[in-house]
């Protein structure tokens, strides 16, 4: 009788593990399916997943702050502000699989005022808080009150939903002209410079009324769809369907040796390329009509459009299928 006890004790306890296991296999296969459970993008002190969170907490145990922590691969950013006030300041860093961050604190002009340097561990980030010139140090703590998941690109272009307006043109031409076209303190300005006598020399483009209009009325619009577009007023430059699992891929080239090695890169069901959603590629298109004015650009023939999650922006690169000219349009909220 002690031996038939003995047996069907373990044959229970066979069947509960084999059930517990039976369970995990299948909320592991889910959480891959669906993206992930929010509490399970932290698993110990190890960061596995991508996503965007919010937490509250102090500096120096007085100042009380709402930050916003976006990790998108191992590259970082968001925004935090003091509460009671409406000014934010961007953030913008890496982080280690082990939770290390390092973060700069920027300023609306892109400057460096500040950083963060924590660890996450769970729910909670604490670190030290520096001054820019690293003169002051206050320690920080955080706690998360809010998690969603950017572990696909419909996680990625939900967040992203909106519009996103122009904020600068940088390009090149040939191996010594530069140009520069950039919002500065809600106002437009733009230079070009090349070589000289061996010297590099600077001068400044004339922008006019409808230069300016033009620029800012560019702009990037995730709809409701997921589908992207990008304007120039009321004309579509691109239009980018949603698709799941691969980007809107038009090259006509077959031949790698004759794409421009930007293209030639490019794997149409590899969207996700470090740090940034490759969503189309093309080498063949022509906006020489609608982007042009006082400010430089070069003509151009290829484009690759691209969201950076962690820095919530679009780029637009337009270039050359054969040479080094370009240009990179910077899209933000």
Not at 68 to 76: C, G, H, L, Y
Not at 80 to 89: A, Q, R
Request: some cysteine; proline content about 2%.
């Amino acid at each position: 009788m002690k031996q038939n006890i003995v047996i069907f004790s373990l044959i229970l306890l066979g069947a509960m593990c084999a059930c517990q296991q039976s369970t995990h296999t299948k909320t592991s296969e889910t959480e891959t399916q669906d993206s992930i459970t929010m509490d399970g993008a932290i698993a110990g002190d190890l960061i596995v997943e991508n996503f965007v969170a919010n937490y509250k907490g102090t500096i120096n145990d007085q100042y009380p702050i709402s930050l916003e922590f976006i990790k998108f691969t191992s590259t970082v950013g968001g925004s935090y502000k003091y509460d009671g006030k409406n000014t934010s300041l961007k953030l913008k860093g890496s982080m280690e699989d082990t939770g290390e961050i390092r973060m700069s604190e920027l300023n609306s002009e892109g400057e460096e005022t500040g950083f963060f340097e924590g660890k996450m561990v769970g729910e909670k980030i604490t670190g030290t808080w520096y001054n820019k010139k690293r003169t002051k140090s206050m320690p920080f703590s955080l706690e998360r009150t809010s998690i969603a998941s950017l572990q696909t690109k419909s996680d990625i272009l939900s967040d992203a939903m909106g519009q996103f307006s122009l904020t600068s043109i940088t390009g090149s031409a040939g191996a010594n002209t530069m140009f520069d076209t950039y919002r500065e303190n809600s106002q437009w300005r733009s230079s070009s410079s090349g070589i000289t006598s061996g010297m590099r020399e600077e001068y400044k483009n004339e922008l006019s009324d409808a230069d300016i209009q033009l620029l800012n009325n560019l702009h990037v619009e995730v709809d409701e769809q997921l589908n992207v577009h990008v304007y120039a007023g009321l004309i579509e430059l691109v239009n980018c369907p949603f698709k799941a699992g691969e980007m809107e891929y038009r090259v006509k080239e077959t031949d790698k040796e004759k794409m421009n090695l930007k293209i030639a890169g490019i794997i149409p069901t590899n969207i996700i390329n470090d740090t940034h959603l490759d969503l189309v590629a093309d080498d063949h298109v022509d906006f020489s009509g609608t982007l042009k004015g006082g400010f430089d650009m070069v003509a151009l023939n290829n484009m690759i459009l691209s969201y950076y999650p962690a820095e919530r922006k679009f780029e637009l690169d337009l270039f050359y299928g054969v040479c080094c000219d370009g240009n990179i349009l910077t899209f933000q909220k």
